[in-house]
């Protein structure tokens, strides 16, 4: 079975998610991503202190990345104010939508007209449509609130969770468990690809869903405490923090990556003209590597490590 035969899901957030669907925006509604929504740095960061609101600029960001680049609409929601006045930093996609957001009852309805207006034909889904944020509690039971501390944290944290707890949308809950394919990463694994797996609706779907679950890890280090993690560390802390492994296998660049608890592909995924971003080409290959064995096995686990370089 061949990747544009799939209904996937992507989870994350950050430029990784949005770099996947990107990818494969070929798919168009047989995709759908779920955005984290806990970012409180930058222009969303000061958009959340004005008024109680998710975060909007991952959600830009995946809505932009499936867009033509070329496109007015994609230059004016990427478009960033210069300047130390008010408007400075701000992106004006995260104006809109932080706007449209003032008048709608529901994020949802937001993302909607936005999807309308760029002509975006794949479903792109908040985690959840309350505010939330993270809270990290470190070795020595010190809290932590928010992405940007979290990530700056000097050693990994022992528990992360949402406050408040929220609710997904019944919209992700049947894409996940309608999925043939479940996406995670890539992306700073603390503060993009663990966010959605603290949803309680959404950990219970990928435990419960038959889809074939598919990590994909960075090229490059990432700048947090989750960095000096293996794979099988990483896996074990989402188990000890969610109750369960939504994972099935993972698709490595390091060659030296190996796994005891899931299935881990090789693949050569570095994009040849920007170091850290992963090559669509590539990235398409070694999803079809995933799909192509675990079909032959006719279940969820793949045989271990695959090299495909």
């Not at 759908?32 to 109680?52: A, E, Y």
């Not at 975060?55 to 609409?73: H, I, P």
């Not at 995924?269 to 675990?294: E, F, G, Q, V, W």
Request: aromatic share 4%.
């Amino acid at each position: 079975m061949q990747l544009k035969e799939l209904n996937v899901v992507a989870i994350g957030g950050g430029h990784g998610l949005g770099r996947v669907l990107s990818t494969l925006s070929f798919l168009g509604n047989q995709l759908t991503g779920i955005v984290t929504t806990t970012d409180n740095g930058g222009s969303t960061g000061r958009l959340r202190k004005r008024s109680s609101s998710i975060a909007w600029g991952d959600l830009r960001n995946c809505l932009t990345q499936l867009v033509d680049e070329q496109s007015v609409g994609s230059q004016l929601f990427d478009f960033r104010f210069d300047g130390n006045d008010e408007l400075g930093g701000h992106n004006l996609g995260n104006l809109i939508l932080y706007g449209l957001g003032q008048i709608h009852s529901r994020p949802l309805e937001s993302i909607k007209l936005v999807r309308r207006l760029l002509r975006v034909k794949t479903p792109v889904l908040p985690m959840s449509e309350t505010p939330t944020d993270l809270m990290a509690f470190s070795p020595e039971g010190r809290c932590r609130v928010g992405e940007l501390s979290v990530d700056k944290m000097s050693m990994m944290p022992t528990k992360l969770m949402l406050a408040p707890l929220v609710k997904t949308l019944p919209q992700c809950i049947d894409a996940i468990l309608n999925a043939d394919l479940v996406i995670l990463g890539p992306g700073s694994f603390l503060t993009s690809v663990v966010p959605p797996l603290l949803v309680r609706d959404i950990s219970k779907a990928l435990k419960k869903t038959k889809a074939h679950r598919v990590f994909i890890d960075n090229i490059v280090a990432e700048n947090s405490p989750a960095d000096n993690l293996t794979l099988d560390e990483k896996l074990a802390w989402i188990e000890d923090n969610i109750g369960c492994l939504p994972i099935d296998s993972a698709i490595c660049h390091d060659t030296s990556v190996t796994s005891a608890r899931v299935s881990v592909c090789h693949h050569e995924l570095r994009s040849d003209t920007i170091a850290h971003y992963h090559s669509r080409d590539k990235l398409i290959s070694a999803l079809n590597l995933c799909i192509s064995m675990a079909d032959k096995r006719n279940e969820r686990p793949l045989p271990a490590a695959v090299n495909a370089n």
